[in-house]
């Protein structure tokens, strides 16, 4: 069974950064699909970034794009999330998901794909 297990959130003030870092216990990392879903209240889970297997390919949404960076380090099984400027509008719970991609290429940036989920961490930035 396969197991995500996210970190690195916290409480934040406006401008500043946070790195968060999702990892698994799968053996075989390289072949999944990653991505960062986030969750605000009373708000359905939105996608944030998504990463292919063979890491070539990337997307965000729009809202993200040019302030948060994700990566991926196959040797240690995880997935970051580097977030630079964050504003009170990033604060959310951050999911992340993973997907056995048969495609090294594509980023899916849509949550049915994901068949694994890890537990979220909450990131709140104070205006």
């Known amino acids: 069974q396969v197991q995500l297990v996210e970190s690195g959130g916290g409480l934040v003030q406006a401008g500043e950064d946070l790195r968060l870092s999702c990892t698994t216990s799968?053996?075989?990392?390289?072949?999944?699909?990653m991505g960062w879903f986030r969750q605000a209240p009373g708000k359905e889970r939105e996608f944030v970034a998504a990463i292919s297997k063979g890491g070539t390919t990337t997307r965000y949404v729009d809202s993200v794009k040019g302030r948060f960076t994700i990566s991926r380090d196959n040797a240690k099984n995880t997935v970051y999330l580097q977030m630079n400027s964050l504003k009170p509008e990033d604060t959310a719970v951050y999911y992340c998901?993973?997907?056995?991609?048969?495609?090294?290429?594509?980023?899916?940036?849509?949550?049915?794909?994901?068949?694994?989920w890890g537990q979220g961490t909450q990131v709140t930035v104070s205006s």
């Open positions: 799968a053996r075989t990392f390289s072949s999944y699909a």
């Open positions: 998901g993973a997907k056995i991609a048969s495609n090294s290429g594509t980023a899916y940036t849509e949550s049915r794909p994901y068949d694994k």
